[in-house]
Nanobody, 120 residues
Framework: QVQVVESGGGLVHPGGSLRLSCAAS????????MGWYRQAPGQQREVVAS???????NYADSVKGRFIIARDNAQNTVYLQMNKLKPEDTAVYYC??????????????WGQGTLVTVSS
């Protein structure tokens, strides 16, 4: 059994900052890629940022220079530092984890999502 739990969402003013966290737990042998996605009302889910086990990162053009993704491999945790937030960043943010279990099964697991609202 593997669980993925996000935290850190909330209401913030435009220009402000928030830090999201996502922790994976359970029968995990190895996590290769951890990523953050978001889904705004009436929109499709889109990738925000991802990071490999080796630390290679990728960002959506809309967040480059404002968001920073980082991970702690020992804790199976990924973070998303969001700076200079804009109203268009308002969305439910989801964590996605690509992992291998102790039984050598590969699959992806989504978190439940955390709401980020950017508004004055």
């Amino acid at each position: 059994q593997v669980q993925v739990v996000e935290s850190g969402g909330g209401l913030v003013h435009p220009g402000g900052s928030l830090r999201l966290s996502c922790a994976a737990s359970g029968s995990i042998l190895r996590i290769e890629v951890m990523g953050w996605y978001r889904q705004a009302p009436g929109q499709q889910r889109e990738v925000v940022a991802s990071i490999t086990r080796a630390g290679t990162t990728n960002y959506a053009d809309s967040v480059k220079g404002r968001f920073i993704i980082a991970r702690d491999n020992a804790q199976n945790t990924v973070y998303l530092q969001m700076n200079k937030l804009k109203p268009e960043d308002t969305a439910v943010y989801y964590c996605n984890v690509a992992l291998t279990t102790m039984d050598y099964i590969n699959f992806e697991r989504w978190g439940q999502g955390t709401l980020v609202t950017v508004s004055s």
